[in-house]
């Protein structure tokens, strides 16, 4: 079975300027989640999807991030414009069900680097 | 809410000696109990959970962990590790309703030979 597929693994850019970052998670599994996880610290949840639909953004910076799951898999994160307090890894996780017991299964993370 | 409090930043331990990451949660109401394991440069891989039932839970890689309600603890053990368990291990939570996985700020278990 693939596992949660992320893109890319590392990226740098400058401040003001924007990035997105893909996630493809494991087939079927309905929930995804985007975590930040800033060195030093646990990750955190940025946004939770429940197929196309937002359960949880609460902690989305909406001024400068915005994500999408338009079909229900893949999904899209994107920071804009960049600040250098958003240098961090971002996780994309999924699930197989909505209930609180299930698993997390994670990518890699894609590393962001700003300048 | 829910948080969760990892007591140790940083664990050094010699190589075949027993190792032990602390664990400690607030929460109001029944909670479900996680540790996962990071490699560097790789993501979150689950160790063990608790849902219900036997408070001690084993894992893999010959981890457990115990659940202490009256403590809310759920401190994770090992009683010989290797060179391999180097990594950063994090403790996290989610309550019993839809809500996303609360993590602590992580250990980082470094095992020297």
């Known amino acids: 079975e693939a596992g949660v597929a992320q893109s890319p693994r590392y990226k740098i850019i400058e401040k003001r300027q924007s990035v997105a970052f893909w996630c493809n998670p494991i087939?079927?599994?309905?929930?995804l989640y985007w975590y930040q996880q800033i060195l030093g610290q646990g990750p955190k949840l940025l946004i939770q999807?429940?197929?196309?639909?937002?359960?949880?953004d609460s902690q989305l910076p909406k001024d400068r991030f915005s994500a999408e799951r338009l079909k229900g898999v893949d999904s899209t994160l994107k920071i804009q414009p960049a600040k250098l307090e958003d240098s961090a890894v971002y996780l994309c996780?999924?699930?197989?069900?909505?209930?609180?017991?299930?698993?997390?299964?994670f990518g890699e993370g894609s590393r962001l680097t700003v300048l | 809410a829910q948080s969760v409090t990892q007591l140790d930043s940083q664990v050094p331990v010699f190589e075949e000696a027993p190792v032990e990451l602390r664990c400690n949660y607030s929460?109001?109401?029944?909670?479900?109990l996680f540790w996962y394991v990071q490699y560097p440069n790789q993501g979150l891989q689950l160790l063990l959970k608790?849902?219900?039932?036997?408070?001690l839970v084993k894992g893999i890689n010959g981890f457990e962990a115990e659940f202490n309600k009256s403590q809310t603890s759920f401190h994770l053990r090992k009683p010989s590790v290797h060179i391999s368990d180097t990594a950063e291990y994090f403790c996290a939570v989610r309550l019993s309703g839809n809500t996303p996985l609360v993590f602590g700020k992580g250990t980082r278990l470094s095992v020297i030979a």
């Open positions: 087939s079927g599994h309905a929930t």
């Open positions: 996780a999924s699930s197989l069900e909505r209930v609180s017991s299930g698993e997390l299964f």
């Open positions: 999807f429940q197929n196309n639909g937002v359960v949880d």
């Open positions: 929460s109001s109401v029944s909670v479900y």
């Open positions: 608790y849902l219900s039932g036997s408070t």
